[in-house]
Each structure stands twice: as C-alpha cells, then as structure tokens.
C-alpha cells in the first residue's frame, strides 16, 4: 500500500518561518525543554533547508540544459529530414516512388481544382 505524501509547504509559510526564526536567534532567554528545538539546533535544520534547495536548484539547472540540448537536437534532426525530403524530391522528381517512400505526396495524388459553378443573384437571394 502506497503512503501518502505530505504536500509541500507553501512559500508563505516559508517566508513566515524565516522571519520567525531570525526573530528565534535574537531572544537571549530561549530554553527550550526539547532539545531539539534549541535555535542551535533549528538553526542547523535551516542550514540543510537551504542546501537542500541549492542542490534542487543546481539539479533542475542540469536538468534544463540537458532538455535544451535534447531539443536542439531534435530541431537539428527535423532540419536535416525537410531537406532530405526535398533533396529526394529534387532528385527523384515529384512523381517518383522515392517520394513516396519518404512519407510524401507524389504530385499526381493531389486533387485537381475545379472551377466552381456561378450561381446569379436571385438563386442567393431566395436561400
């Protein structure tokens, strides 16, 4: 059975906790019976907080330049296939196989235009 992951705190209560805790560091009688709660010890907690969040960010920025080089890649890639298509399109001739072969319309599969029938006035009016 999955457990539930606790949702993540929200940046207002973050900005309220490090107001509040900057206000922790300066009380002079502050003596907590849970040791763990001591501001040498909260402090330490806020020290991983922030390195913590300096290795998400640094992950995220990796992560980013990694998607631009993927999509850089894949631009480069399509660049290259429009090209290849037209150059076999070029060489072929527009109504070969080659065309097709390539995921295109040869020429003669295009449908002709027809010239549409006039219609006069009145007929427009009366619809």
Not at 10 to 39: H, I, Q, T
């Amino acid at each position: 059975m999955a457990t539930k992951q606790p949702k993540p705190v929200s940046p207002a209560k973050l900005r309220s906790d490090d107001e509040a805790f900057v206000a922790l560091k300066e009380m002079a009688g502050y003596n907590p019976n849970n040791p763990g709660l001591k501001a040498d010890a909260v402090e330490t907690l806020a020290e991983a907080r922030i390195a913590a969040r300096a290795q998400e960010k640094l992950a995220s920025d990796a992560w980013k330049a990694k998607r631009d080089a993927a999509d850089a890649a894949d631009r480069a890639f399509h660049l290259a296939m429009k090209q290849a298509k037209k150059a076999v399109s070029v060489q072929f001739g527009e109504d070969s196989d080659e065309v097709a072969a390539m995921g295109l319309k040869k020429a003669g599969e295009y449908k002709r235009p027809e010239r549409k029938a006039k219609t006069n006035a009145v007929t427009k009016a009366a619809a």
